[in-house]
């Protein structure tokens, strides 16, 4: 009968004591579609005497990650600590210059040091898995790297925090402001207390950029993605682009254009009618594009210690099987070097809402700017008191209203210099609002 594969476990949080318990109570389940089970032999956290709802007898203790890595009996190290640095990375590096395997939950680490992660997996013969670094119990990693490894990929996108997606949802049904939606997901556990780096977007940012990587053969790199949050979404946009046929949802998107590929985060427009539309709530989603196949979209839970959980355990079973992918789906030392694409370079649709005031000639004077940049114009409508959208130039208030254009596709530097010169007209009040609009 072949040996259990050995496990060490650093990090013993709601998705550590997780982990514990699935091993535990799917153990015959893994040991026939592995054809071997798995144990935990040690684990190390901040706290030993922490309830965790979990039985530790018979593990090993270790006084800390480093030793769990070192452990003479340990072929799997299991990081579930977090953090970009130590004592995460020194523990992962320690695990795979001995040639041992790595899993790992954590996406920071991956974006920063993942490279250099990887170069030791190839060099010393152990795996390095992170499927839950990315959209959580969605199994995303494994469909671009191996699922999809003959097929070229024209474009990845997708919501990867489900923090934002809440509080946009939340705005959407219940019309509520950005601070109020924020408050309650603080209040629930979806949102830190510090939530920047959610709403900011560079969460996103960082699983983005590892998704990129995978589909376009390129090097981590999370300074090469353009970033924008959700803080300046109003309820009002939501509002407009329920009414005009479309959703507002954060994604990251990481596409292949003209001049390299483009990597951004930010607030999107996205048709009612696409898949990715009817994903609400705390759920993630992602969908590839690839030549010769439709979109391909995969929705599921992204955080929570049950959801992570399963994907940790799917990247120790892989090792149990003695399944070695590389890392990044091709040796790290032929991954291309990418770098930021302007935003400017952007083509695309765009959702522009400008407070006109409420003069002769304001309509016409919008127009021409925009005209001047060739900005072809789908729609342009203002809000009527009642809350309804017209046809503009029935306005009857002396004080601004809400003017929305949809324009056709166009060039992102195109577009704000014409709004910058509708701005110098002093035709509108206060700074335009837009949103890109991402089709199918």
Request: with cysteine.
């Amino acid at each position: 009968m072949v040996a259990p594969l050995k496990v060490g476990i650093a990090g013993l949080g709601t998705v550590g004591a997780e982990v514990v318990r699935l091993i535990e109570q799917q153990n015959s389940i893994l040991a026939a579609r592995c054809g071997r089970g798995v144990k935990v032999v040690a684990v190390t956290a901040r706290s030993k005497t922490k309830k965790r709802g979990v039985d530790l007898r018979g593990i090993d203790w270790m006084k800390d990650p480093l030793a769990v890595a070192q452990h003479p009996d340990v072929e799997c190290f299991v990081e579930l600590m977090g953090g970009v640095g130590d004592p995460a990375l020194s523990s992962i590096e320690a695990a795979l210059r001995t040639g041992k395997s790595v899993v790992t939950a954590n996406k920071a680490l991956i974006a920063k040091h993942g490279l250099k992660l990887a170069a030791s997996a190839e060099k010393h013969g152990g795996a390095l898995n992170y499927e839950a670094a990315v959209a959580g119990a969605i199994p995303i990693i494994k469909t671009i790297r191996e699922g999809l490894a003959g097929t070229d990929i024209n474009r990845v996108y997708g919501i990867l925090n489900g923090t934002c997606n809440y509080i946009l949802s939340r705005m959407e049904l219940e019309g509520l402001s950005f601070e109020e939606c924020l408050k309650d997901a603080q209040r629930l556990g979806y949102a830190e207390a510090e939530p920047s780096f959610d709403v900011d977007g560079h969460d996103t940012a960082q699983k983005l950029a590892i998704l990129a990587s995978l589909a376009f053969g390129t090097k981590v790199a999370q300074s090469a993605v353009s970033v924008e949050g959700i803080s300046s979404i109003a309820a009002e946009d939501l509002r407009a682009a329920a009414e005009l046929g479309y959703r507002v949802k954060l994604l990251g998107v990481a596409m292949r254009t003209a001049t390299g590929i483009e990597q951004r985060v930010h607030p999107t427009m996205v048709p009612l009618s696409s898949s990715i539309a009817q994903v609400m709530g705390v759920t993630n989603a992602v969908t590839v594009d690839g030549a010769g196949i439709a979109p391909i979209t995969l929705v599921g839970p992204g955080a929570g210690g049950a959801a992570t959980a399963s994907a940790v355990l799917a990247d120790i079973a892989d090792v149990a099987r003695n399944v070695r992918a590389l890392p990044f789906g091709r040796p790290v030392e032929k991954l291309k070097t990418t770098t930021k694409a302007p935003m400017e370079r952007h083509e695309g649709g765009y959702y522009i809402r400008l407070m006109a005031r409420d003069l002769a000639g304001t309509a016409a004077r919008i127009a021409t700017r925009l005209a001047e940049q060739k900005i072809s114009l789908e729609s342009i409508v203002q809000r009527h008191p009642n809350g309804g959208i017209e046809p503009v130039g029935k306005g009857t208030k002396s004080s601004p209203v809400p003017v929305i254009l949809i324009t056709y596709a166009t060039a992102e530097d195109a577009m704000r210099r014409a709004l910058q010169a509708v701005q110098s007209d002093k035709v509108i009040s206060g700074r335009p609002q837009v949103i890109r609009i991402e089709k199918n």
